[in-house]
């Protein structure tokens, strides 16, 4: 056993990077918060306030309900660690729950427990996983030199004439090889911008 090993400090901040690594992997904060939100509801139904000599007894007619709706919202938690592919359906049925355990226990828990579900069900319907190191490189390579997504080409404008020739205008996004500049043809030399918009007028005249 190496010494970094055997190290407390060292075996500390090896669990805490596994810890965070699969955190990362997963809606961690969502199903921590869901867990959370069953305390209160299967528990206040249940509990007894005492008062000196009084004891308050804050049980209500659907306190079974209530312990099966604290008992769910512990099971969706721990979905949502466990098999984060069905996030979406466990964060909409944590904020179903959330909200039916208003009139069913306490006002969801004093409020607390429904606070906590809306929080976990709308936290794991939007996260998504993040891309890899990799993939995130590759999608960075994917993109032109120039700015522009990959598959984008450059489209250059040429006006043609009736000699067969085109004045190239270069890119109107001001990319590709030349300027966005109207320049000779390159079936003509000799032809000029002034002979090239002539012949068009003469075209468009008939």
Sequence with gaps: ????SSDPRGRFTYWRLRFRAWRGTRPFWAGLSTLLSGVPIAYFPYANLKLGNLTLT???????????????LATLGLTMWFQSIVRVFAGVATILLGLVSIPVSNLGGFTIGVVLALIGGGLSIAWAPGLPA???????DHRAGDGRPA???AVRQQTFVPDGGAVDQGTPDGGGDGP?????????????????HANGGRNSAG
């Design 134 to 140: 990799g993939a995130a490189d590759e999608h960075t």
């Design 151 to 153: 598959g984008h080409a």
């Design 1 to 4: 056993m190496s010494a970094e």
């Design 180 to 196: 966005f500049l109207p320049g000779p043809s390159d079936g003509d030399p000799n032809l000029t911008d002034t002979t090239a």
């Design 58 to 72: 804050m049980a209500t007619t659907a306190g079974a309900g209530s312990l099966i709706i604290g008992v769910l």
